[in-house]
C-alpha cells in the first residue's frame, strides 16, 4: 500500500510540476510532464479498478481474459484517438 | 553515403545481425528447453556467476547514466558527438498526441497476448516488446515517454506493479532513447542503419534497460524483497532475452515498412526537433 501511495504521489507531483512549468514559466517541457503524470494516474486508476474487482495479479485464463480486453480497447483507443488528434492538429 | 562506403557496411551489418539473432534464438531456446527440464537456466546460472558485486558496480554505470540521459533529455539537452547542446521539442498537441498514441498502444500491446502462455507462470508471447526501439527511432523523445509511459500502464495490467515499475519506466524509455540516439539512420534503407539497428536497438537497448531495472530492483531489495540471485540470475536475463528475441526477428522488417509512412506525415522527429548549437 505504501507503495501505491508513493507512485500516486509521484504522479500527482508531475502533474503539478508540469502545470507549473507550462502556465507558470512558459515552458513547453510541461505538457511532457502533465503527461507522463497523468499516465501514472491513470494507471493508478487502472489498479484500483482491478484491484476493486478482484482481478489484479489473476491469471488471463482465470479472468475470463479481462486484462487482455482492457488492452485491446486501450490499443483501439490509442490508435483511433491518436491519429484522429494529430490530423486535427495537423489541420 | 557512397556505394562504396555503403558496400562497407553490408559485411558488418550480416555478421552482427547472425550474432544478435542467434544470441536471442539461443537464449530463448535454453530457457525453454532447461525450464521444461526443470534445472536452472544456464543463461541465468551463467550470469549469477560473475556475481553480485560485479552487477552491482556494471549495473550502478548502465544506471547512471541512463537516468542522466532521461533527464538531460526531459529538460531539453542533448549531446552530439561529446557536446552537449540545448535541444528544442515542440511539445506540442502533436507530439503528445505522439507520446499518448505510442503509450496506449505499447501498454495494451503488452497486455493483449498476456495468457497466450509459452511457460506457465513464467512468460508469455510479448511482440509488443519490438516497438519501443522502433517508437524511439521514429519518434524520438516523445516515442520514448510514451514507450515508458505504456510500460507503467502494462505493469497495472499484468499485477507487477509496485516501487521497481520506477525503473521499469525509465529503463524503457532507454530502450527507446538509444537506438533513437545512437543509429545514424533511422531509415532503415542501408547496410549501415541496419548494423546499427542490431547493435544499438536489440543487443545494447535490451542489455542496457535489463541491467538498468535489475539493478534498481536490487538497491530496492530491502523494499522489494526479491531476492538478489533472482534479479541476477533470472530477471536481468529474461529481459534481455525477451526484449531481444522479436526486436531482432521482426523489428526491424517494421521499422522499414513504417518509416517512410511516418516521414510522410512529417512526424519523423528529425523533422520537429531544432537544436541549438
Given amino acids: 500500500m505504501a507503495q501505491m501511495t508513493i507512485l500516486l504521489g509521484l504522479g500527482v507531483i508531475m502533474i503539478v510540476a508540469g502545470v507549473a512549468l507550462l502556465y507558470g514559466l512558459k515552458r513547453r517541457v510541461g505538457a511532457a510532464l502533465m503527461l507522463m503524470g497523468g499516465g501514472w494516474i491513470f494507471t493508478m486508476l487502472l489498479y484500483g479498478f482491478l484491484k476493486w474487482k478482484g482481478l489484479y495479479g489473476v491469471n488471463p485464463a482465470e479472468a475470463g481474459y479481462i486484462h487482455n480486453i482492457i488492452a485491446l480497447i486501450l490499443i483501439i483507443v490509442g490508435l483511433v484517438g491518436g491519429i484522429y488528434w494529430i490530423k486535427k492538429a495537423k489541420g | ?277
Fill in chain 2, 1 to 277: 553515403m557512397s556505394v562504396k562506403g555503403e558496400k562497407a557496411w553490408v559485411v558488418p551489418a550480416a555478421i552482427v545481425a547472425v550474432i544478435v539473432i542467434a544470441i536471442s534464438v539461443y537464449g530463448a531456446y535454453t530457457f525453454y528447453v532447461d525450464s521444461a527440464a526443470g534445472r536452472p537456466w544456464r543463461w541465468g546460472t551463467w550470469f549469477w556467476s560473475l556475481g553480485r558485486s560485479f552487477w552491482l558496480a556494471v549495473g550502478g554505470i548502465f544506471w547512471i547514466l541512463g537516468t542522466i540521459f532521461f533527464f538531460m533529455e526531459l529538460g531539453g539537452y542533448t549531446f552530439k558527438g561529446l557536446k552537449l547542446i540545448r535541444q528544442r521539442i515542440k511539445w506540442d498537441s502533436i507530439d503528445i498526441a505522439i507520446a499518448a498514441l505510442c503509450a496506449a498502444v505499447y501498454g495494451g500491446g503488452l497486455t493483449v497476448t498476456g495468457g497466450l502462455t509459452i511457460i506457465p507462470g513464467f512468460t508469455w508471447i510479448r511482440p509488443a516488446n519490438m516497438l519501443s526501439p522502433i517508437f524511439g527511432m521514429l519518434f524520438g523523445i516523445p516515442g520514448a515517454i510514451g514507450t515508458a509511459v505504456g510500460n507503467f500502464i502494462a505493469d497495472s495490467l499484468a499485477g507487477y506493479l509496485g516501487i521497481g515499475s520506477i525503473g521499469g519506466f525509465v529503463g524503457n524509455f532507454l530502450l527507446a532513447y538509444i537506438p533513437y540516439k545512437f543509429m545514424k539512420d533511422h531509415s532503415m534503407r542501408s547496410a549501415r542503419a541496419w548494423f546499427d539497428y542490431y547493435l544499438w536497438a536489440v543487443l545494447i537497448g535490451s542489455v542496457w534497460c535489463a541491467i538498468y531495472i535489475s539493478w534498481w530492483l536490487d538497491v530496492l531489495h530491502p523494499v522489494i524483497g526479491l531476492p538478489y540471485e533472482f534479479i541476477w540470475g533470472f530477471f536481468c536475463p529474461f529481459v534481455v532475452v525477451n526484449n531481444a528475441i522479436v526486436t531482432a526477428i521482426v523489428g526491424g522488417v517494421l521499422a522499414y515498412i513504417l518509416y517512410p509512412i511516418v516521414k510522410q506525415w512529417g512526424l519523423y522527429w528529425a523533422d520537429r526537433i531544432e537544436f541549438e548549437e
